[in-house]
């Protein structure tokens, strides 16, 4: 059981260009969560979707982008790369979104813009 | 707004030593709050939790109580090991935050545990 996956774990991109982070998830959980965390700051939510075709903002949506076609799959989309958006990435899953069902987190993408 | 404050690290203790790391929050009604952990080159893991007021949350020898008169959720453990070398984020679900199990991140503390 692999849980929550991501690729790349490194990668630096220049100003201007675009990626896409990839996620996934074996444990067939509805929600799924995209964070991103700065340097001395706690995690902020990007984007959320709630099943497959579902999606909606979070705290920090601009500049990015996300896809939900199948329950397993939540990529995450950097169309034009700035320097501000250079920080470590996080995916994470829940099953349901009661605090009761944990949201399971993936080891995470570091990305730098120069 | 509803808002997480940890104390600042690193926290460097010897192994055996007790660890406190203050965690108060700033939140509406009654939030559900979270100890989660991040292991080196690893992502965050559920360490423990609390729904309700006076709630004892505890998982591994860490503990943490719910206390709604000084809004805290303060993580305790009598004695570390250096396998507890990680870093430690406090979280709060706020009541009524949406359908979509919101989670309010404080800024993590580093724990360093020598031999």
């Known amino acids: 059981n692999a849980g929550v996956t991501q690729t790349p774990k490194f990668r630096i991109l220049k100003i201007g260009q675009s990626m896409t982070l990839q996620c996934t998830q074996d444990m067939n959980h509805n929600y799924m969560y995209w964070y991103r965390q700065d340097p001395g700051m706690g995690l902020k939510l990007i984007y959320y979707s709630v099943g497959a075709g579902i999606t909606d903002k979070g705290e920090v949506p601009n500049g990015y982008n996300v896809s939900r076609s199948t329950t397993e799959d939540f990529p995450l989309r950097l169309e034009l790369a700035a320097p501000s958006q250079t920080s470590v990435y996080f995916c994470?899953?829940?099953?349901?979104?009661?605090?009761?069902?944990?949201?399971?987190f993936g080891p995470g993408t570091r990305l730098t813009v120069t | 707004g509803n808002s997480v404050t940890q104390m600042e690290g690193p926290v460097t203790l010897s192994e055996e030593a007790f660890l406190t790391i203050n965690c108060t929050y700033t939140a509406t009604g009654y939030p559900s709050l979270f100890w989660y952990v991040q292991y080196p080159g690893e992502g965050l893991q559920l360490l423990l939790k609390?729904?309700?007021?006076?709630d004892k949350g505890s998982n591994k020898g860490f503990e943490a109580t719910y206390r709604k008169e000084t809004t805290s959720f303060h993580l305790e453990k009598g004695s570390v090991q250096v396998s507890d070398s990680a870093v430690y984020f406090c979280a709060l679900k706020a009541a009524g935050s949406g359908g979509y199990n919101k989670l309010i991140f404080g800024a993590g503390t580093r724990l360093a545990v020598h031999p």
């Open positions: 609390a729904t309700k007021a006076d």
């Open positions: 994470a899953s829940s099953l349901l979104p009661d605090p009761t069902y944990e949201q399971y």
